[in-house]
């Protein structure tokens, strides 16, 4: 129970240490966008960390059941990439007792099942995220004919959230690195957040802006996101940045622009740095 408790308290703390960092284009404390607001968000973090960092349950099942708690409190989908990419991460937790490595994750993944898969297909259909349409392979729509991993892998090339499936979280763990590395010179733990957010979105052309708009527009994105993240980067107090961040802020919501699989994948980041610091 004592780990249950400690794994459900980091997971709402990295979902809460999001947003209060300044992510253009998607929700934080200084501005709501897109239909959802910062409290929707906050009472999704509440209610899936309930139920994600539960004992005994697979990691589909931990999928699964956090999408549909969350969808009863919100009624949308504010967090269905948040739990794709953290169930694996609790679960290595629960098999290792608390600290994770990169090894245990990758055993977590290669353990997946079909039964897995069919959790997950359930949440995605819960969740309708914008754009997803259908598969040749492995439609959501569908049972599952194939492990989760397996899944995942048919559509690792265009999108993010399935490509750590496949390597083995391997951006996360890479974003874990420059995250620690901002947080040591900076000692501001939103600033890095900011930072990490705008590295993820610089660097890997957002899968949900690629889903809703094509992949033009995503990578335009990654190149208008370079100059800023460049910009906050380079400076030593990265506070003196937070006009032009605001700026595109408004401008992405303006366009009804959201990179969420970049905040995504930087709640993931955060999710890892408190069980690692467990450890």
Request: proline share 3%.
């Amino acid at each position: 129970m004592q780990l249950e408790t400690q794994l459900a308290a980091k997971f709402k703390a990295a979902c809460i240490a999001e947003l209060e960092a300044v992510k253009p284009g998607n929700v934080h404390m200084l501005a709501d966008g897109h239909g959802m607001t910062v409290q929707d968000f906050l009472r999704s973090a509440e209610v899936a960390a309930g139920v994600i960092a539960q004992a005994d349950l697979s990691a589909g099942q931990r999928i699964l059941q956090a999408v549909q708690a969350t969808n009863t409190v919100v009624g949308c989908n504010t967090n269905l990439g948040i739990i794709l990419l953290c169930a694996p991460l609790i679960q290595a937790a629960w098999n290792t007792g608390g600290s994770i490595t990169q090894k245990t994750v990758q055993a977590v993944l290669e353990q997946l099942s079909i039964e897995d898969a069919n959790d997950a297909f359930a949440a995605i259909r819960i969740a309708n995220p914008a754009g997803l349409g259908h598969s040749e392979h492995h439609d959501v729509e569908s049972p599952a004919s194939v492990t989760l991993l397996e899944a995942m892998q048919e559509a690792a090339d265009r999108d993010l959230i399935a490509r750590q499936y496949i390597n083995g979280f391997q951006q996360v763990f890479e974003g874990l690195a420059y995250y620690r590395q901002l947080l040591a010179r900076w000692e501001r733990p939103a600033w890095a957040t900011s930072a990490l957010y705008l590295y993820f979105l610089t660097h890997f052309p957002d899968s949900h802006i690629a889903r809703k708009y094509g992949g033009d527009l995503a990578e335009s994105i990654c190149a208008q996101s370079a100059v800023h993240w460049r910009e906050l980067e380079g400076r030593d107090n990265p506070k003196t940045y937070l006009r032009p961040l605001l700026d595109f802020d408004q401008a992405l919501k303006a366009q009804g622009i959201n990179p969420g699989t970049s905040a995504d994948m930087t709640v993931a980041v955060l999710l890892l740095d408190g069980l690692q610091v467990a450890a």
